[in-house]
């Protein structure tokens, strides 16, 4: 238990380090999320990039507006999300595979099959596809994305839904609600304002997961984590036991018999490193099972369960 505890606190105080040095990073060069946020909590419905940009440039600082060159909208792709890990799937069975043989070649007809069902499908589903209620909002000037930043991360902005209040105890008093984005003619949609990470982070496919459907799976793979762990501290625990005993055995042993507990021994060590082996493939495959919105939280989880295993 001591360890474990030893362990978290290790990668808490790494973590840290990491997001320390991001920063200093940051501050000396240009990148594109440094003039743009990830937008969270917008209506399905909502999928007129200019209506949304239009919104940003009269809501999103309090005092002033802000320039919006450009609006990425994270669409609903459920329908084909499905069918692209299946080609995925299949494409990674086809490693290491006879192109020749007959179970390639029927691999290989039903991604074909599969890339013209979607091609197919691509005009029809345009028509009627609805967003993830998470946009990319790209804004003209960096100052203004650090302003907008600030304004929607604040404790009262996360915990009430307000502006920051002024005056000497602005801290301790909240401001104005902050605005919410209209359905309809009505404004009722509170949305979550952050950061957005590079474009080449965001897991496009995985933005209109449900959030109930996210926390499902993650306890799912916890779960089996967890179960698993428990099984390998069991087993490695016998095999402790185990060399205590045959080291035990050893001391009072000679010959032939001597070599043979200690060859039983470097046996047993092998089937701990085999079990952590095996912890180390499962927690990168639960890892990419859970619905993550960028890939660097898919690695983070996948490191997390890999380091406590």
């Not at 990830?38 to 007129?48: E, M």
């Not at 801290?171 to 009722?188: I, N, R, S, T």
């Not at 979550?192 to 496009?204: E, F, Q, S, T």
């Amino acid at each position: 238990l001591a360890c474990i505890i030893l362990l978290c606190f290790i990668i808490l105080i790494t973590y840290q380090r990491m997001a320390i040095t991001d920063q200093k990073v940051d501050q000396d060069n240009l990148l594109p999320n440094d003039f743009a946020v990830l937008v969270k909590g917008l209506p399905k419905t909502a999928t007129d990039e200019r209506a949304i940009a239009d919104w940003f440039e009269k809501n999103a600082l309090r005092s002033r507006e802000a320039k919006v060159v450009k609006v990425v909208i994270g669409w609903d792709v459920d329908e084909f999300r499905e069918k692209r890990k299946r080609i995925q799937e299949l494409q990674k069975q086809l490693t290491g595979m006879d192109s020749s043989s007959p179970e390639a070649t029927e691999i290989k007809q039903e991604i074909k099959s599969l890339v013209e069902h979607l091609k197919s499908a691509a005009p029809e589903v345009a028509t009627r596809l609805q967003g993830s209620g998470v946009a990319v909002v790209v804004f003209q000037h960096n100052t203004d994305l650090k302003s907008v930043v600030k304004r929607w991360n604040s404790m009262w902005a996360w915990l009430f839904y307000r502006d920051v209040g002024s005056g000497l105890f602005r801290c301790c008093c909240g401001g104005e609600p902050l605005p919410k984005f209209e359905l309809g003619e009505q404004a009722v949609c509170k949305i979550k304002v952050i950061r957005a990470p590079n474009p080449g982070d965001i897991n496009w496919e995985e933005l209109a997961v449900p959030k109930r459907e996210r926390m499902v799976m993650m306890v799912k793979t916890n779960l089996v984590m967890l179960l698993l762990i428990m099984v390998t501290f069991a087993i490695t625990w016998g095999i402790a036991k185990a060399q205590e005993e045959i080291n035990d055995e050893a001391d009072h042993t000679a010959g032939s018999s001597r070599f043979g507990f200690q060859a039983l021994s470097v046996v047993l060590g092998l089937v701990v490193s085999l079990m952590n082996i095996i912890l180390t493939i499962v927690a990168r495959h639960l890892g990419k099972l859970e619905y993550h919105m960028t890939h660097t939280t898919e690695e983070f989880s996948q490191a997390l369960k890999m380091s406590i295993g």
